[in-house]
C-alpha cells in the first residue's frame, strides 16, 4: 500500500520560515515526478511546486517562485518544500502528490496518481 505522509506544518509569523517533508512508502518513487499543492478553506486545490525524477527540474506557482524551494532525496523516498519568506495568503493545508505516470515535473492535479493527508500551514500577520 502506498503512503505519502507529510510533516513540518505548523504555525509562522508573516516573513517566517517552514519546512515541509513528505516521506513515501509502500513503491519507490525515484523514477517519478513529485509535487506539492495547498488548499485554502473556501478555495480548489492549487499547485504550487513539483519536481522531476532526478531533481534537475522544478516548477513553480507564480505566487511562490523565489519564495520556495522544492528539491527530493531519492534514497530516503523524501521531497521536500522550503517556505521562506511567509506571507498570509500561504494559510493553506499542504498536500504533496506523486505520479507513477511521468518523470517530467508536471503542475495539473489530475495527474497526479498518489496524495498525503495534508499539513497545516499558517501565517499570521
Known amino acids: 500500500q502506498v503512503q505519502l505522509v507529510e510533516s513540518g506544518g505548523g504555525l509562522v509569523q508573516a516573513g517566517g520560515s517552514l519546512r515541509l517533508s513528505c516521506a513515501a512508502s509502500?513503491?519507490?518513487?525515484?523514477?517519478?515526478?513529485m509535487g506539492w499543492f495547498r488548499q485554502a478553506p473556501g478555495k480548489e486545490r492549487e499547485f504550487v511546486a513539483a519536481?522531476?525524477?532526478?531533481?534537475?527540474?522544478?516548477i513553480y506557482a507564480d505566487s511562490v517562485k523565489g519564495r520556495f524551494t522544492i528539491s527530493r532525496d531519492n534514497a530516503k523516498n523524501t521531497e521536500y518544500l522550503q517556505m521562506n519568506s511567509l506571507k498570509p495568503e500561504d494559510t493553506a493545508v499542504y498536500y504533496c502528490?506523486?505520479?507513477?505516470?511521468?518523470?517530467?515535473?508536471?503542475?495539473?492535479?489530475?495527474?497526479?496518481?498518489?496524495w498525503g493527508q495534508g499539513t497545516q500551514v499558517t501565517v499570521s500577520s
Open positions: 502528490a506523486a505520479t507513477r505516470r511521468y518523470a517530467s515535473a508536471i503542475s495539473r492535479t489530475y495527474e497526479y496518481d498518489y
Open positions: 509502500g513503491r519507490t518513487f525515484s523514477s517519478n515526478a
Open positions: 519536481i522531476s525524477w532526478s531533481g534537475g527540474n522544478a
